[in-house]
C-alpha cells in the first residue's frame, strides 16, 4: 500500500510542532487560553493519583545478565505476555542499565531545558527523512484548533549528538563532552538492553529464535531519543502535558524520574504509573502490535503535568523491526487458519507517510495510523 505525502504538508506538520514554550515560560498563575483543553477530553486523572490494586506489572529482571535459569525466564516471560496483552505497559527493575548512567542524562538533560529558549531554537523540530529531529513541542488535536501540550522535547538520535551538543554550547567545551559523553554511553547501553528485552519479548510470544536471528528483527536505523521536560503548571486540570497518542515504532523504554505523570488508558479509564526508583516504564508500539498480530497491544497513553515539581523524562524508541526484508507483518510463526494475518505486509517508510497525514490533518489524539494496514 503506497501512501503519497506531498511536502506542503509535511511542512505544515513541522511548522505546527513548533513555537509554543514562551508562552508556558511566562505564565505565572494563569494557563493561556492556548493550552487550555476541554474537560471532556481530558478526563483528568492527577499526576499522583496511583489505583493501588491495578497498576501496571513490575518486573524484576534480575539476574537477566548473568544466568539466569529457565524457569524463571519462563517466569518472566510469562508475566510480559500478560502485560503487554492486556495493559500494552510493563516496569522493569534490575534492568542492567547503570543508574549512575541514568542520572547523568536526567542531569545534562535539566542543563539542556534551563537554556534559553533562542538558543534551543537553534534548533528547530523538522522532518529529516523520515524522523522528527530537534527541539520543539507537539501541537495537535482532533479539531484543528492550536492547542498546545504543556511540555518542550529533543528528539535526538546518535548521529546528531555532537552537532547539538556544540550548536547549544558552543563555548563550553566541558558541557559539549559532559552531554555528548552521556548521550552516546546511554544510546548503547539501552541498545543493548533493548536487544535483551525484545528476546524476552519474542520468547513471551512463544518465538524464541537463536540470538543471531531475533537481532536480524531489529531496526537498520539509528534509535531515536527524546528528551522531555514538563514545567509545573497553575491548573493540571486544564492543561496537557503530551497528547494521548499511540507510539509508532517498535518498543519505547522510557525513564520517568521520582515525579509521576505518565498515564496509560486501559478499560476506557486513565491509570497513573507509579515511579519506582531506577526503572524503566516498556511500552509495545504500533510495530509491535502488528508483528504480533495482535497479541501484544499498542496502548493509548498521555502525560499529565502537576502543579509544584519539574518533570524530566527520557523516551527511548526503538524504530521499526526488520520483520521481513523491509517489511512489517505479523511473524509467521503466529500466523494460522485461526488466527489469520491482521494486517497486510507495509514498509515503515509507508507507516511514516500515513502517520504524518494524521499530523497534517492534526488527528493525532485517539487515532491510529497502523488501521490503514489492517486487513479488513
Ligand atoms: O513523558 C512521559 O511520561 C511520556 C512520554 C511519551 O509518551 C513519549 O515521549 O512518547
Ligand atoms: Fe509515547
Known amino acids: 500500500m503506497a501512501i503519497e505525502v506531498e511536502k506542503e504538508e509535511l511542512s505544515i506538520a513541522a511548522a505546527e510542532l513548533s513555537k509554543a514554550l514562551p508562552d508556558v515560560v511566562v505564565a505565572d498563575s ?18 499522583d493519583e496511583y489505583a493501588g490494586d491495578d497498576e501496571i506489572p513490575v518486573i524484576d529482571l534480575g539476574g537477566l545478565n548473568g544466568d539466569l535459569d529457565e524457569t524463571r525466564r519462563r517466569e518472566i516471560c510469562d508475566r510480559i505476555r500478560v ?6 505497559f510493563f516496569q522493569v527493575v534490575n534492568h542492567g542499565v547503570d543508574l549512575a548512567l541514568v542520572e547523568r542524562v536526567q542531569a545534562i538533560s535539566k542543563k539542556f531545558f534551563e537554556l534559553p529558549l533562542e538558543t534551543k531554537e537553534l534548533i528547530d523540530c523538522t522532518f529529516e527523512e523520515d524522523r522528527l529531529l530537534g527541539y520543539g513541542f507537539l501541537v495537535a488535536n482532533k479539531d484543528r484548533t492550536s492547542r498546545r501540550s504543556w511540555s518542550e522535547g529533543l528528539f535526538m538520535d546518535s548521529p546528531h549528538v555532537a552537532l547539538y551538543s556544540s550548536t547549544f554550547w558552543p563555548e563550553d567545551h566541558d558541557i559539549q563532552t559532559e552531554f555528548s559523553e552521556a548521550m552516546e554511553e546511554y544510546i548503547k547501553a539501552v541498545g543493548e538492553f533493548a536487544i535483551r528485552l525484545f528476546r524476552l519479548i519474542l520468547g513471551s510470544l512463544g518465538v524464541d529464535y537463536p540470538v543471531t536471528e ?6 537498520k536505523e539509528p534509535a531515536l531519543i527524546r528528551l522531555n521536560h514538563y514545567p509545573p503548571c497553575p491548573d493540571p486540570s ?7 497518542h499511540y507510539d509508532g515504532n517498535l518498543i519505547t523504554i522510557l525513564h520517568q524520574g521520582d515525579v509521576g505523570g505518565l498515564q496509560v488508558m486501559k478499560d476506557d479509564q486513565w491509570h497513573a504509573v507509579r515511579p519506582h526508583p531506577g526503572a524503566f516504564a516498556i511500552n509495545g508500539g504500533n510495530m509491535l502490535q502488528a508483528i504480533s498480530n495482535n497479541l501484544c497491544k499498542s ?11 519539574d518533570r524530566y523524562s527520557l523516551a527511548y524508541f526503538v524504530q521499526a523491526p526488520n520483520s521481513n526484508g523491509d517489511q512489517v507483518a505479523p511473524l509467521p510463526e503466529l500466523v494460522d487458519a485461526e488466527h489469520p494475518a491482521k494486517y497486510h505486509p507495509f514498509t515503515w517508510k509507508e507507516y511514516i507517510a500515513s ?16 488501521e490503514y494496514f489492517e486487513v479488513k
Not at 531475533?214 to 531496526?219: A, H, K, T, W
Not at 486544564?238 to 494521548?244: C, H, I, R, T, W
Not at 494524521?358 to 491510529?368: F, L, T
Request: proline fraction near 6%.
Open 83 to 88: 502485560a503487554l496483552g492486556s495493559w500494552g
Open 355 to 370: 502517520q504524518v497525514v494524521n499530523i497534517a490533518s492534526q488527528q493525532i489524539i485517539s487515532h491510529n495510523a497502523l
Open 214 to 219: 531475533s537481532e536480524r528483527f531489529l531496526p
Open 30 to 47: 494563569v494557563v493561556p487560553e492556548a493550552y487550555v483543553w476541554p474537560k471532556e477530553e481530558l478526563a483528568h486523572v492527577g499526576h
Open 238 to 244: 486544564l492543561a496537557s502535558g503530551l497528547v494521548p
Open 299 to 309: 496502548a493509548l497513553h498521555r502525560a499529565v503535568v502537576n502543579k509544584d515539581e
